[in-house]
């Protein structure tokens, strides 16, 4: 490798043509565009818990305090980090890269869907990926899928070798680069890391994939290279922005030339925002986007084709006090994170293009892109004979999502006696008080009086302590609650078809019996099971 020992150049140099939109440029740099490469999109991967929230998270804060524009801005759907920030970052580091590109766009979302999505185009979203990998831990289930991923794309990768400040008697100094921290360690430490570094180049290998320290590299375009990195202490981040810089100006030039004439749009979501309606996000990885511009883009029932309400982008760090979060821009460039407002978006499809047409004839040719790119993402969804998966981050979530489903279900035991003097609506809907003599009464509860062979007077609708509404009343509570009728029969009448002299009670069936024992039972206290077992003697259930 060539470094070029100068401080880092933080004004590109290329071609001078003038921009019309430039007339409408602000402060923000996504408002200007690149004088020669655009800013590499960064991907970041690994296994859950090696860090890699916490490596962002590091990269994000340099500047954070800072009030010129310039600093770390957070763009829709990724992480913009301007030249002052990898100057910034890099400061430390021995053999410095003159910049020459505008920034960098990290996608937030780690793996994102955009990312891994199977698309009909030669190109990923992703320029580089960083791969985050627990050298305590070396490679895991989550690595090598990742990993996969990485080789059905054919996408660049850098291993960041993370958590290098859990090694033992480890010293950290950020002001230091990570090769000279390295070697200034104890023998014990040194050990250790030599260790656990061939341990993970092993593993490497084992996937077919050469691997070396950066500093070691024979040759970057054969051999991964590895970063050693603490994203809590940040020892090594420099050298990780520096490597990214070096390598995507170097080996990725062509790649990341900007192309101001050659629109490259993806949609990453979807979101309805008060306000605004339904919008995307989109990343613009090439061209230019503006306000009033007619985009075509795939829909859930065909093609979509409206017109740029608004481009939307956050605040420059020195006025995100200000009231309205977003800024609107007239034009924007690549690489950009935007948000579009626009009408009839509410059945786009994520993960797929956006285009630009600017007459008829383009128009239907770039419906048809669309529809063709619809069936493909269709098509890559594998199908099997075992149903649909649900994917949660943990099973709990799961549990809660299926006691939710099941909550309309659910009969929570109950024994109410009637308030005599607290019959406020004797015909539907009956409005009367009552004390909860045991179990529990919540909203929904269908109710029976069995003293006078009553199967169903109604379903509980309101539940209210001293005028206001609360979700349940427990034993010894006195409520006021509403019956609404439920059935085709006719209205049953307070004073007539029952009195202050009937105990009510909740109407389970084996069914609700069945649903409680399987997702309630922990709502329920011993005294309530008890009570269930009163409750199925009465209605006869098996």
């Not at 994917?391 to 299926?402: F, P």
Request: aromatic fraction near 6%; charged fraction near 25%.
């Amino acid at each position: 490798m060539n470094h070029n020992n100068n401080d880092t150049a933080l004004t590109p140099t290329g071609s001078k043509s003038i921009d019309p939109d430039l007339l409408f440029a602000t402060s923000n740099p996504a408002s200007r565009p690149p004088e020669k490469f655009r800013s590499p999109i960064i991907c970041v991967l690994g296994h859950v818990d090696t860090g890699k929230t916490k490596l962002l998270d590091y990269i994000r804060k340099t500047h954070i305090q800072d009030n010129e524009a310039g600093g770390i801005t957070q763009q829709i759907g990724a992480t913009f980090v301007p030249p002052t920030a990898i100057h910034e970052q890099c400061k430390n580091v021995k053999t410095k890269t003159e910049l020459k590109i505008p920034g960098l766009l990290i996608i937030d979302t780690p793996g994102h869907e955009s990312f891994s999505n199977l698309r009909s185009r030669g190109s990923s979203l992703c320029d580089i990926a960083i791969l985050v990998i627990d050298i305590m831990h070396g490679l895991e289930k989550q690595t090598i899928e990742s990993l996969n991923l990485l080789k059905s794309r054919k996408t660049p990768f850098i291993v960041a070798l993370n958590k290098i400040d859990r090694l033992y008697e480890w010293r950290s100094n950020v002001r230091k680069d990570v090769e000279d921290l390295i070697n200034s360690q104890q023998s014990n430490t040194k050990h250790e890391f030599n260790t656990l570094k061939q341990k993970v180049i092993v593993q490497l290998a084992e996937q077919s994939i050469n691997a070396a320290l950066f500093y070691e590299n024979p040759d970057p375009r054969t051999y991964i290279s590895l970063v050693p990195t603490s994203a809590h202490t940040g020892d090594g981040m420099g050298n990780l922005i520096n490597l990214i810089t070096h390598f995507t100006q170097t080996l990725m030039a062509k790649r990341i030339h900007y192309q101001l004439d050659s629109l490259d749009a993806t949609v990453l979501e979807v979101k309805a925002i008060p306000g605004l309606g339904t919008t995307i996000d989109v990343v613009l990885v090439n061209g230019k986007l503006r306000e009033g511009d007619k985009i075509v883009l795939a829909g859930h029932d065909g093609p979509i084709i409206t017109q740029i309400r608004a481009l939307l982008v956050p605040q420059p760090l020195k006025e995100l006090r200000v009231k309205s979060p977003y800024e609107e821009l007239r034009v924007v460039y690549g690489s950009v994170g935007v948000k579009i407002a626009a009408h009839d978006l509410e059945k786009a499809v994520a993960g797929l293009n956006l285009y630009v047409t600017q007459n008829e004839t383009e128009l239907e040719r770039l419906k048809t892109m669309c529809w063709n790119q619809f069936g493909s993402a269709m098509k890559a969804i594998k199908c099997s004979d075992k149903g649909v998966y649900v994917q949660a981050s943990t099973l709990e979530n799961l549990r809660k999502q299926r006691k939710e489903q099941n909550r309309h279900l659910a009969v929570f035991p109950c024994k109410l006696r009637i308030l005599p003097n607290c019959i406020f609506n004797k015909r539907d809907p009956i409005v009367l008080g009552v004390h909860v003599d045991d179990g529990t009464i919540v909203s929904g509860t269908p109710l029976a009086v069995p003293s006078k062979e009553l199967d169903l007077i109604g379903r509980v609708t309101t539940v209210e302590h001293d005028h206001k509404t609360v979700e349940q009343a427990k034993r010894g509570d006195e409520v006021c609650i509403k019956i609404e009728h439920c059935t085709s029969d006719a209205p049953k009448l307070f004073g007539r078809h029952f009195d202050s002299n009937d105990m009510l009670y909740s109407r389970v069936t084996r069914e609700s019996i069945d649903i409680m024992k399987e997702h309630f039972r922990d709502d329920l206290e011993k005294s309530d099971w008890q009570l269930m077992i009163e409750l199925k003697k009465i209605f006869n259930i098996i």
